[in-house]
């Protein structure tokens, strides 16, 4: 279940705070179905609770991990932490809750917009 890397960056993401869907992608760069289908996996695997707000859908590490969850996550956790991808995932999640503070909103057109953004900044 943790052997993908997608998997384990959206983990780490999470570990951090609560994101949508979109959020998850605009930090990531994967497709909707793909960050979609890794979420399942791991709200099955019960690591993950899940939130609704509207239309949205909001994740986060559940509050009452089994032990060996626990273990799995603070493993990850010590062996990532200087991951220069999970790294720049840590850095691009707080860029993308800047933008949306400043946008006053989480929603499909404010991750798009900030995708925009994003790429005008790494040119």
Do not use: H
């Amino acid at each position: 279940m943790l052997t993908d890397e997608l998997r384990l960056r959206i983990l780490m993401l999470l570990d951090r705070k609560e994101l949508s869907v979109c959020q998850l992608m605009g930090i990531t760069g994967a497709s909707q179905p793909l960050v979609s289908r890794n979420l399942a996996i791991l709200y099955k695997g019960g690591f993950l609770e899940e939130r609704r707000d509207g239309k949205l859908r909001f994740y986060s590490i559940r509050k009452d991990l089994s032990k060996d969850k626990t273990a799995l996550l603070d493993l990850a956790r010590t062996q990532l932490k200087t991951a220069g991808r999970y790294r720049g995932d840590i850095a691009t999640l707080k860029e993308c809750s800047e933008f949306q503070k400043k946008k006053g909103t989480c929603d499909m057109k404010t991750l798009q917009e900030f995708i925009e953004w994003k790429k005008t900044r790494t040119k």
